[in-house]
């Protein structure tokens, strides 16, 4: 089983990239920012809540992630072929809930870190936002979420990169190009396994 950390700042490509990866291997997707802008959608005072912090571009409660981080990793099939976490985690907190997670259902995880320039990311959400209808993509909660990554969610990569299952992937370049980057470490890993 291959499970993938889906890393980066926002705009970095993480959405993108999934949905190219489930194609070619057939990993499932978990991307906490749809499940909670699911939740928003149904109206319920949870998505009130929600939605309050996700338009100010802060992220959501550790103890609230964790409840959908287990829920999904509990139900995980026994084939299921892998899956790819987008968005999560976010914090040091939640990197340590997630590897105490896989751990109790015997499961490893790799994390790709897509690194991308910050003044690209800020284009490709302004451009997004256009179309996107996200109420997170407008300039001023743009560079807020982009100093929220920095601040809270990019330590983690240290800590995987301490743990040593932690890869970087050029991803100022076009979707081709980072996914072929991708996919070469995909492949290495799973012949190494
Ligand atoms: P989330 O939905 O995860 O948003 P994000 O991390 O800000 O990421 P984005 O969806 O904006 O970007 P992406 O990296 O997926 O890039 P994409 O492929 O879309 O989270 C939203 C909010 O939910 C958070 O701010 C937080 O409040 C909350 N939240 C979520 N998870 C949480 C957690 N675990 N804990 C706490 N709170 C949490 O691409 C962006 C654009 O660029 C697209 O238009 C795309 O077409 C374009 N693009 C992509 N790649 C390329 C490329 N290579 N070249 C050119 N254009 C490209």
């Known amino acids: ?5 889906l890393f980066g700042a926002p705009g970095s490509g ?12 057939g990993l499932q997707h978990l991307s906490t920012g749809e499940v909670l802008r699911a939740e928003i959608a149904t109206g319920s005072e949870l998505g009130k809540k929600i939605d ?23 139900g995980l099939p026994k084939h299921c072929k892998g899956t790819i976490f987008d968005g999560y985690p976010r914090t ?44 997170d993509d ?9 100093a929220v990554y920095h601040d809270q969610t990019e330590p983690i990569a240290h ?11 050029n991803g100022n370049h076009g ?3 980072v996914f072929l980057q991708i996919k070469r470490i995909i492949d290495r890993e799973a012949k190494n396994k």
């Open 92 to 135: 040091v907190a939640q990197a340590v809930a997630l590897t105490s997670l896989l751990k109790k259902y015997k499961l490893d995880a790799l994390m790709i870190d897509l690194m991308v320039d910050e003044q690209l990311l800020i284009q490709r959400l302004i451009e997004r936002g256009k179309v996107s209808g996200r109420a």
């Open 138 to 146: 407008n300039l001023n909660t743009i560079r807020h979420r982009i």
């Open 52 to 74: 309050s912090l996700i338009s100010e571009g802060n992220l959501v409660p550790d103890d609230m992630m964790y409840g959908v981080i287990e829920n999904y990793i509990a």
């Open 1 to 5: 089983m291959t499970n993938i950390i």
């Open 14 to 25: 993480k959405g993108t990239q999934s949905q190219l990866i489930v194609e070619k291997y």
């Open 159 to 169: 800590y995987y990169l301490r743990h040593g299952n932690y890869f970087a992937v």
């Open 175 to 177: 979707v081709e190009d």
